[in-house]
């Protein structure tokens, strides 16, 4: 079946930096845009970023543009999340999703996928 395992969060400092990675099994990789969304308490679910199957062409949520990198290894099953100069403000849990094959969710600002992991937490404080 699709599963999708996020790993890589936790605690840090404000200005500092984590990876996440999204390891994927049940369905071929290859053909599917991977998304990362996060979701805070008492916040809405936000679309943060995806990379299409096609092309590895790459969408950001003006929120992260310039701090956080996408990028997939398809040998892997992998798709990772670069997160550099974090701030207390994207504390939440993260969540990576299949997006059809072109993102189109995230790009929409809708954030509703038909598969998505169980999370991984990060918290951005001093």
């Known amino acids: 079946q699709v599963q999708l395992v996020e790993s890589g969060g936790g605690l840090v400092q404000p200005g500092g930096s984590l990876r996440l990675s999204c390891a994927t099994s049940?369905?071929?990789?290859?053909?599917?845009?991977i998304g990362w969304f996060r979701q805070a308490p008492g916040k809405e679910r936000e679309g943060v970023s995806c990379?299409?199957?096609?092309?590895?062409?790459?969408y950001y949520a003006d929120s992260v543009k310039g701090r956080f990198t996408i990028s997939r290894d398809n040998a892997k099953n992998t798709v990772y999340l670069q997160m550099n100069s974090l701030k207390p403000e994207d504390t939440a849990v993260y969540y990576c999703?299949?997006?059809?094959?072109?993102?189109?969710?995230?790009?929409?600002?809708?954030?509703?996928?038909?598969?998505w992991g169980q999370g991984t937490q990060v918290t951005v404080s001093s």
């Open positions: 999703a299949t997006d059809g094959d072109s993102c189109r969710q995230t790009a929409a600002g809708i954030p509703t996928y038909d598969y």
């Open positions: 049940g369905f071929t990789l290859d053909y599917y845009a």
């Open positions: 990379i299409r199957s096609s092309d590895g062409g790459t």
